[in-house]
């Protein structure tokens, strides 16, 4: 039976004295939910809206609840779409929605979010006192999407050809660095 087949369904009984016609009997045909499209994967730069959606089909009403990295329930995420207004890298993962009515429910593929973002120094570099002609390192950490890349600077105006690295090196020193 398909949905195209529900309706209402009479029979007429006849014979040479009369006929007579049945009342109807309805026939419903339910469509356990499931899904017709699946979400998407999203990459995103932090900050960034970002939405997953999902298409799906089956006797209304359908209802919808979103998930978090497998289990975690997204309280209020209860519709086809789901929104993620700005985008951050705590919320990067996978994705995954339960569609259900009251004959069957079909969870969604898992979707991943990678979310994008730019350098930030977390610590770094600090002041160094040295004595002529020794040997001083400067250091700074940073975080962000790989790669990261390094440049230094001589009085913000000099890009030093040896300072591509997280760590520059320098020595022996004189009074001119």
Known sequence: VSPAEAGAYAVAVSNPYGSVTSAPAVVVVVVPAGIAQEPADVVAVNGEAVSFRVSATGTEPLAYQWYWAGSTVLAGATGAELVLPAATPGQAGT?????????????????????????????????????????????????????????????GTHALAAGTNATLALGPVSPAE
């Open 95 to 155: 994705y995954a929605v339960e569609v259900g009515n009251g004959y069957g429910r079909q969870r969604s593929r898992e979707a991943r979010l990678t979310v994008l973002s730019g350098p930030e120094i977390v610590a770094g570099p600090g002041d160094v006192v040295a004595t002529n002609g020794d040997a001083v390192s400067l250091s700074v950490s940073a975080r962000g999407t790989e790669p990261l890349g390094y440049q230094w600077w001589f009085n």
